[in-house]
Structure formats: structure tokens, C-alpha cells
């Protein structure tokens, strides 16, 4: 099949999905807006598939278009670094790193290791998309990242899982909630209170219904979020309690939250690395992954 496609068309459509405007993609990548729409005009019908849907106020991306703009991405990607001198990316002084990773992970390990990897290598770009646990395991899976952080996947026979750490669920509730007073929280106490779920999508859902089953326990949420931060601002507000990770969990003394150890079970998950069984990585991804390897083992 001969289709007529070329980088600026890829440039056009990667633009306007991300800014989700024509007017302002048109002037991020120094095009006029019909010369835009001729771009992504030309590119759906070189494909063959409907990429955006227009109304009058926003752009959305179709179900095709969202699987297409990974592909797009690393398209543009490793063209721009197939531009780039064998010998310096061979020598590890540039390159491009593309890492996907769960929010509460991207928080807790990756500065650190970004800026001793900076001081190190400061040519390298570096580009982190923060994403849920399954969608960081399937950017992995599709190509569209070097490797990922995620809890997914220790079982997937297509990636290799290197554990970074484990780490418990614990109760999170206001400094002024009775369960504050104690030491610590079996999950059947929470029954009585107003408890806060992450959705079914999420991975960290998964883990605690996992754990909590074999102990034939099924809290009953009241309030049922998509994401770990939400949660804690439910929290904050008084409005119920939560199960979380400790490594989405403030440091330290907090004047408002108060976090105690869940018990009977404890629930944990195990944060690490992931990366497609037999795939080669850059000289600038290897260096990262393994130095992301080498400090938190010491640690």
C-alpha cells in the first residue's frame, strides 16, 4: 500500500490532539490553521480512519486516534534521533529517554535519579508520562516508552518486572476521626465509617480486593474516585477515610491527616520497573533504567 505521508502531517495531528485546538497547534508548529486542517485531512485519508472529531468549541480524539497518537509520538521521536550523531548517542552524551510511570511513583523515585542523570549526561532529554498502572504497562507493551514504573505486571510473560520497593496500604483519615486515637486499624473497622474507593480500572483497586478476598473481607465504599489524590483531598475535608499507599501519603506530621497501619490483613503492592522481554534498549535508556536499579537498591 503506497500512502502519501510525511512528518509534517504526523507533526500536525501530534499538535492538535495534545493542545486539543486547531488555532493554537496551528501556531505551536508555524502553520497556518487551513494548512493544518489540509495536514490532518491528508493524513486520515492516507489511513483510512476518522483521527479527531470537530465541534465548535474542542477537538476529541477518536478511539483510533488515541492508539494512532502513541504511535505518532515515537514516530517523530525516533526520527529526530536518528538525526542525531551515532557516536554521541553511542556515547551516552545525547539522546532521548521516554519513561511511563504511575503519579505517586513519578513523585517518590524519579527526582533523585533525573537530576544525578542530569549532572551525569546533560544532553539527554528526558520524558516522563504519568499515567495509571495498566496504561504505563501497555505504553510499555506498545513500544511507545523505554520502560515503565508501574505495580503491574510481575505476572505478564511478554515484560520483565524488577522490584523496587513494597510498601503497604494504610488508613488515612482526619486528625480528628475516632480511628485516630489508635495504634492501628484492622480493614473490618472500617465498616462503620465513610470510605473512599479508587475505580475498578485502577491497579491499586485490584491489589487491596486481591488481598482483602482470601481474607473473605469486601469493605463497602461510599465515595468511589479515579485517582489517589482525590481520595486524600476527600479526606482532608472530613468527608470519609481511605486505604492508601504509603508512598502517596504526606511525610512527616501533617496538621490535618492523620495515618495509621492497616491491619488483618496488611495489604501490599510492589512498585518496580518494567521493560519488554528481549527488547533492546538506547545507550541513554540503559544508563537511566540502571541507575535507577543501582540507587534504590541501595537504598
Known amino acids: 500500500?503506497?500512502?502519501?505521508?510525511?512528518?509534517?502531517?504526523?507533526?500536525?495531528?501530534?499538535?492538535?490532539?495534545?493542545?486539543?485546538?486547531?488555532?493554537?497547534?496551528?501556531?505551536?508548529?508555524?502553520?497556518?490553521?487551513?494548512?493544518?486542517?489540509?495536514?490532518?485531512?491528508?493524513?486520515?485519508?492516507?489511513?483510512?480512519?476518522?483521527?479527531?472529531?470537530?465541534?465548535?468549541?474542542?477537538?476529541?480524539?477518536?478511539?483510533?486516534?488515541?492508539?494512532f497518537l502513541g504511535r505518532a509520538r515515537r514516530l517523530l521521536d525516533d526520527f529526530e534521533s536518528s538525526l542525531l550523531s551515532v557516536r554521541e548517542i553511542a556515547e551516552r552524551r545525547s539522546g532521548l529517554v521516554s519513561i511511563a510511570c504511575i503519579p505517586t511513583a513519578a513523585y517518590y523515585f524519579l527526582p533523585d535519579v533525573v537530576r544525578a542523570f542530569n549532572q551525569a549526561y546533560p544532553a539527554i532529554r528526558i520524558r516522563i508520562?504519568?499515567?495509571?498502572?495498566?496504561?504505563?504497562?501497555?505504553?510499555?507493551?506498545?513500544?511507545?516508552?523505554?520502560?515503565?514504573?508501574?505495580?503491574?505486571?510481575?505476572?505478564?510473560?511478554?515484560?520483565m518486572f524488577a522490584p523496587l520497593v513494597e510498601e503497604p496500604f494504610?488508613?488515612?483519615?482526619?486528625?480528628?476521626?475516632?480511628?485516630?486515637?489508635?495504634?492501628?486499624?484492622?480493614?473490618?473497622?472500617?465498616?462503620?465509617?465513610?470510605?473512599?474507593?479508587?475505580?475498578?480500572?485502577?491497579g491499586n483497586r485490584l491489589i487491596i480486593d486481591l488481598g482483602l478476598g482470601r481474607a473473605g473481607i469486601r469493605p463497602k465504599w461510599f465515595y468511589e474516585v479515579q485517582h489517589l489524590s482525590t481520595s486524600l483531598g476527600l479526606v482532608e475535608a472530613g468527608l470519609g477515610i481511605a486505604a492508601l499507599p504509603r508512598m502517596s501519603l504526606p511525610l512527616g506530621d501533617h496538621p490535618t491527616i492523620a495515618i495509621r497501619p492497616l491491619v488483618d490483613p496488611v495489604v501490599t503492592r510492589t512498585v518496580g520497573l518494567v521493560r519488554r522481554v528481549g527488547a533492546t534498549l538506547s545507550p541513554s535508556a540503559e544508563r537511566f533504567y540502571t541507575m535507577m536499579m543501582e540507587r534504590w537498591q541501595d537504598r
Not at 486547531?22 to 486542517?37: D, K, M, R, V
Not at 493524513?43 to 476518522?50: D, Y
Not at 508520562?129 to 505476572?155: C, H, M, P, W, Y
Not at 482526619?174 to 492501628?184: F, I, Q
Open 170 to 202: 494504610m488508613l488515612a483519615c482526619r486528625t480528628d476521626h475516632e480511628l485516630a486515637t489508635r495504634p492501628s486499624v484492622t480493614w473490618r473497622d472500617l465498616a462503620s465509617h465513610r470510605f473512599i474507593t479508587v475505580g475498578r480500572s485502577s
Open 1 to 67: 500500500m503506497n500512502m502519501n505521508i510525511d512528518l509534517e502531517d504526523l507533526s500536525a495531528f501530534v499538535a492538535t490532539a495534545e493542545m486539543r485546538n486547531f488555532g493554537a497547534a496551528a501556531e505551536s508548529i508555524h502553520l497556518s490553521q487551513p494548512a493544518l486542517t489540509r495536514r490532518i485531512q491528508k493524513l486520515e485519508a492516507a489511513l483510512g480512519v476518522t483521527l479527531l472529531e470537530r465541534t465548535t468549541r474542542r477537538v476529541e480524539l477518536t478511539v483510533v486516534g488515541r492508539d
Open 129 to 159: 508520562v504519568d499515567d495509571g498502572a495498566n496504561e504505563v504497562l501497555q505504553s510499555v507493551l506498545k513500544r511507545e516508552v523505554d520502560f515503565g514504573i508501574t505495580l503491574l505486571g510481575a505476572d505478564d510473560p511478554d515484560v
